[in-house]
């Protein structure tokens, strides 16, 4: 029911068929204005898992009368691992943002083409007036820095160094 336990339900079973400690990720977006939603199910909220283009235009049709101050929302991550012993950790991480009315950018997959972060990377040469990019706008090393993927792995990191430390 969370994206935390889902996280831990795939590590879990590759610490299952392996023996070997396991990292596993869930994330998705949650919309505030939808109550979370599509949350878990974020890759099949139009009915099929991963059909990016379905997603966006159901996404986008039940959003379409809410103005922009109600168009609040957030990816979400939970990474985890999981050891031998048992062990299991999850942090999570969000990139918090607005929700576009149309798509933008040609980077990134899912629903970055709709979500304008409210965390700016600092573009070379330009000033406060630059125009606000969605994730999809943002370069791959740019996206990484504020994403919900990169804070939740960068905090599950020290355990990870410690899991797989000689003892």
Same mark, same amino acid.
């Given at each position: 029911?969370?994206?935390?336990?889902?996280? !831990?339900?795939? $590590?879990?079973?590759?610490?299952?068929?392996t023996g070997l400690p396991a990292v596993a990720d869930d994330s998705g977006l949650a919309v505030d204005v939808l109550g979370g939603a599509p949350g878990i199910f974020s890759a099949r909220? $139009? @009915?099929? /898992?991963?059909?990016?283009?379905?997603?966006?235009?159901?996404?986008?049709?039940? !959003?379409?009368?809410?103005?922009?101050? /109600?168009?609040?929302?957030?990816?979400?991550? +939970?990474?985890?691992?999981?050891?031998?012993?048992? /062990?299991?950790?999850?942090?999570?991480?969000?990139?918090? @943002?607005?929700?576009?009315?149309?798509?933008? @950018?040609?980077?990134?997959?899912?629903?970055?083409?709709?979500?304008?972060?409210?965390?700016?990377?600092?573009? $070379?040469?330009?000033?406060?007036?630059?125009?606000?990019? #969605? $994730?999809?706008?943002?370069?791959? +090393?740019?996206?990484?820095? *504020? #994403? /919900?993927?990169?804070?939740?792995?960068?905090? !599950?990191?020290?355990? *990870?160094?410690?899991?797989?430390?000689?003892?």
């Open positions: 029911m969370t994206f935390a336990e889902n996280a !831990l339900v795939k $590590a879990r079973a590759l610490v299952t068929a909220w $139009a @009915g099929r /898992h991963g059909d990016d283009a379905a997603n966006l235009e159901l996404l986008l049709a039940q !959003l379409r009368d809410v103005r922009a101050e /109600h168009r609040r929302a957030r990816f979400v991550c +939970a990474a985890a691992l999981v050891t031998p012993d048992g /062990h299991e950790v999850v942090r999570t991480g969000e990139m918090r @943002g607005t929700l576009l009315t149309a798509p933008r @950018g040609e980077n990134g997959f899912g629903y970055d083409p709709v979500l304008e972060p409210d965390e700016q990377p600092a573009v $070379a040469g330009a000033d406060a007036t630059a125009p606000r990019r #969605s $994730a999809a706008e943002l370069d791959p +090393a740019e996206k990484n820095a *504020i #994403s /919900h993927r990169g804070t939740a792995f960068r905090a !599950l990191a020290p355990e *990870i160094v410690s899991a797989l430390a000689p003892r």
